[in-house]
Every structure is written in C-alpha cells, then in structure tokens.
C-alpha cells in the first residue's frame, strides 16, 4: 500500500490464586500474575522499509492480602508489587539501492517498578455501611536510553466510601478516592513518531511531578425484582479533578533526524458528568 497503518499484538497472559479461610469469615489470598504483549506495527508511505516497529511489554504482578472480620467490622491489610519491562525499536532493513543492512534502532529501554502497602476499615451499622482506604506507593522508573529521565517517588492514595440502604430496592452511595499516574513511557507513546522516519527519545523536564486526581461521585441504585422480572435504574454524577496532567513537547529534529519529547506537567483539567443506566431482564 502506498499508505498503511498497521498494528498486530499477540497477548499471553496467566495468574495463579490461593485462598485460604481462617476461623469464620477471616480469608487470606495470595496471588501472582503475568502478561506479554508482542506488538508489531507499520507506519509509512510509498513502501518505506524504515517503518516498522517492534515492542515488547512485560507485566508481573505479585501481592496478598488478608481480610479480618471482627462482628461489624472489617478490616482488609495487603501488599502488591508491579514489575514492568517496556521495550520498544524500529526494525533493520536492507536497503535496495545500496544493498547494504541498515540496522535497527533501540528507542525505548524501560523498567517500572512499583511497590504498594493497602488497608481498608469497612463498618457496618444497621442500614449504613463506610469504607476508607489507604494505600502508600513507592514507584522507580529507570530507562536505560535516557538516565536523566529516571525518577523515584512515594505517593499516598486515601479512599472513603458512605452506602446507606434506603429501602431494601434503593441504594445511596456517596465515594472519594485519588488515583496517579507515575511520569514514563507508556504504549500509547510509542507510536507514529517512534516507528517512522524519526527517533524520539522521551525526557522529564526539571522538576516533572506525578500526574494525580481527586474523584467525587453520588449515586442512587434502584434494583428490584416482581412477578418474574428483574429490573432497575441506576443515576450518578461523577466529578474528577486533574492536577499536573502529563503533556508532551516535541522538539525540532537535529541533524541525524533524533527528536526530544519532554513530558511536562501541563495546568489542572476537570472531568465530569451524569451517568444513567436501566436494565429490564424477564425471566
């Protein structure tokens, strides 16, 4: 094709769980995952051969936990670990008009990995249930094209929850809780850019901080089930607040045709807006 835009992956993944129950309702779960994903792409004009990409993602996930109930409560301890491998190139190729091998080209060399300790206090008392949650991260991202783009950091997630039972059919629930994301090279990154006619090595700019947000969300759940049918309406409205969001600046390419993105942290955004769900099941 005189213009193609290709993509194959090839995805193997497998997870192992043990569980174990201790007295009544105490559990205790361990568990160990994995996932690879082979991808292969093609982006270029006029039969170009110096447009194919190669990357290559490895996730390895490992944790446990363990849940303590005690009459009312509910109390959840555990500890998680994320090992990530993010490796991506553009392909050799042999060049007809030369008939000489022009090699690959490394663009992306990257390990993350990220250590998280959790708790959890759920109560319950009558038609009221509240859950908060903390969760501490150690994350420590390392690329092996670009050192200066390392960076190591520890964050603190809270997270509460209220759910009052209305009546037996309606449900009120109000929710908070903070997400983040660390400052690397993710999948979505890699790709025209880096797979065609041009390197783009991804640099933090001085004093690049993790992208974070702060989620506000009410709800009310209506479900119930009459004379054979099961049916129910669901509304909620969400609120998310951005602070520092990722953006990305793309440099003027230097004379071997090399180009510097720099991730810095752009102004805060907002995300929100109404949810509404029905669902009728005859049966």
Known sequence: ADIAESIEHEIINGALTYTQYFRDYDKLMVYIAAQNVDRGTYYGAEQQLDAYGQTDN?????????????????????????????????????????????PGLLITDQESDILGVFGQYQYTYEDFKATLGLRWDNYDITNSINPAADISDDILLPRATLLYSITDDLQARLSYGEGYRAPQVFNEDLHIETSGLRRVTYENAPGLVS??????????????????????VLVEGFYTQLDDPFSVEIGEPDAEGNVVATRTNADGAVVQGVNVEAHLVPS
Do not use: C, W
């Not at 009312?72 to 000489?100: A, Q």
């Not at 969300?217 to 049916?231: C, E, I, K, P, R």
């Open 58 to 102: 490895l996730s390895l996930q490992i944790g446990g936990q363990y849940k303590a109930v005690f009459g009312p409560s509910e109390v959840i301890l555990g500890v998680e670990n994320n090992h990530e491998t993010l490796e991506d190139r553009k392909l050799g190729y042999l060049d007809v008009e030369t008939m000489t091998n022009v």
């Open 211 to 232: 992208e974070t947000s702060a989620s506000y969300m009410a709800s009310l759940d209506f479900d119930t089930y009459q004379n054979g049918v099961d049916y129910g």
